[in-house]
């Protein structure tokens, strides 16, 4: 039987239920816990520094109006990278490859951000869809055109995240297959590309932790115009 390359991306189901409520809730378990104790063990020392610096370089270009989005960064980011990472283990299922999944974040959070503008500055976020000395004939096109691109935000943000794990993805499971196929037939060659697919294997862990640095960055710049 014949598999396709895309059957990696289907939501697996047991007994017909899908598993995808369990393939997002499982990374909450991963994160240690904080305890009464002054002094930490190394693994929630650590998960604390990379959050402070994390936090502190994200919210720096932002108000201190902004500052209450700190937490659900963080946590978003988080939450981004395990999915992507624990998607990179054999027998896994990767939930950011689904587009649904990641419009349904990057909607209601661009969402957010837009009302938060109308709300607390409106004439400064309405000005955002036309620039200052725009010629009379150009300001209705450019009305058009702002409009539009302010509505491809969250769009842009949930094809970005699924196009880029979805390539590497693919990438990596073509040349695994290569490497099956080659093996008794051209050995060295079948090395050969067992080491490329290695070190494709660490570019797309790294890909995996910075699409979601990319997906958070994008949402505190579209927050930063808005408080």
């Known amino acids: 039987m014949t598999l396709s390359f895309f059957d990696q ?3 697996p189901s047991l ?6 409520a369990l393939a997002l809730t499982l990374p909450w378990t991963l994160f240690p816990a904080p305890t009464p104790r002054w002094l930490h063990n190394r693994m929630l020392t650590l998960q604390n520094w990379f959050i402070g610096r994390f936090s502190q ?4 270009p932002l108000s201190p109006a902004g500052h209450k989005w700190a937490m659900l960064f963080a946590s978003l980011m988080l939450y981004l990278i395990s ?3 624990l998607g990179l283990l054999p027998y896994t299922f990767t939930p950011t490859t689904q587009l649904s999944l990641n419009l349904g974040l990057a909607v209601p959070l661009w969402l957010a951000t837009v009302i938060i503008g109308m709300r607390n500055q409106p004439t400064i976020a309405l000005g955002h869809l036309l620039p200052e000395g725009t010629p009379t004939l150009l300001i209705p096109i450019l009305i058009i055109i702002e409009t539009i691109s302010l509505f491809i935000r969250p769009v842009a943000l949930g094809v ?5 794990l979805t390539a590497g993805h693919l990438l990596i499971q073509l040349i ?3 490497a099956f196929v080659l093996l008794p037939l051209m050995p060295t060659v079948a090395i050969l590309t067992g080491i490329l697919l290695f070190l494709l294997t660490l570019l797309e862990v790294a890909v995996a932790m910075i ?3 990319v997906f958070v960055l994008l949402l505190s710049l579209y927050l930063q115009e808005n408080v």
């Open 9 to 11: 991306f289907m939501s």
């Open 15 to 20: 007994l017909g239920i899908p598993l995808m």
């Open 57 to 60: 370089e994200l919210l720096l």
């Open 83 to 85: 999915l992507n990472m």
């Open 160 to 164: 970005r995240l699924t196009a880029n």
């Open 176 to 178: 695994a297959t290569a």
């Open 211 to 213: 699409q979601a640095y």
